[in-house]
Nanobody, 123 residues
C-alpha cells in the first residue's frame, strides 16, 4: 500500500516556475514507477511525465518537454516535478501516481493516486 500526498501548487504568472512535490508513505515506494498527470476542468486526466524506480528512465509528454523536469529521492520517499516556463494552458489539477509497470502512460496503468494539487497560470 502506498499513500501519496502532493504539495507545491499555487498561482503563478505565465513564464514563471513552480515545484511540485509528492510525498509517499510505505516502504515499497522505491519499487514503483512514478508519474504525474494533470486534469483541467471538464477534461480527462492527461499524462505529463513518468520516472522509473531508479530515476534513470523518464518519459515526457510532448507539450512539457524542455519545460518540466521530474526527479525522485527514494531516501525521502518523494518525487518532484519542476515546472518552468509555465503557460496558461498548464492550468490544471496535478496528480502524482504510482505504478508497478515500466513507462506507464495511461491512468489505468497506475495503482495509487494522490489527491492532487492545483496549479493556476495567469496570462
Amino acid at each position: 500500500q502506498v499513500q501519496l500526498v502532493e504539495s507545491g501548487g499555487g498561482l503563478v504568472q505565465a513564464g514563471g516556475s513552480l515545484r511540485l512535490s509528492c510525498a509517499a508513505s510505505g516502504r515499497t515506494f522505491s519499487s514503483y514507477t512514478m508519474g504525474w498527470f494533470h486534469q483541467a476542468p471538464g477534461k480527462e486526466r492527461e499524462f505529463v511525465v513518468t520516472i522509473s524506480w531508479s530515476g534513470g528512465d523518464t518519459y515526457y509528454a510532448d507539450d512539457v518537454k524542455g519545460r518540466f523536469t521530474i526527479s525522485r529521492d527514494n531516501a525521502k520517499n518523494t518525487v518532484y516535478l519542476q515546472m518552468n516556463s509555465l503557460k496558461p494552458e498548464d492550468t490544471a489539477g496535478y496528480y502524482c501516481a504510482a505504478s508497478p509497470l515500466r513507462r506507464p502512460r495511461r491512468s489505468t496503468e497506475y495503482r495509487y493516486w494522490g489527491q492532487g494539487t492545483q496549479v493556476t497560470v495567469s496570462s
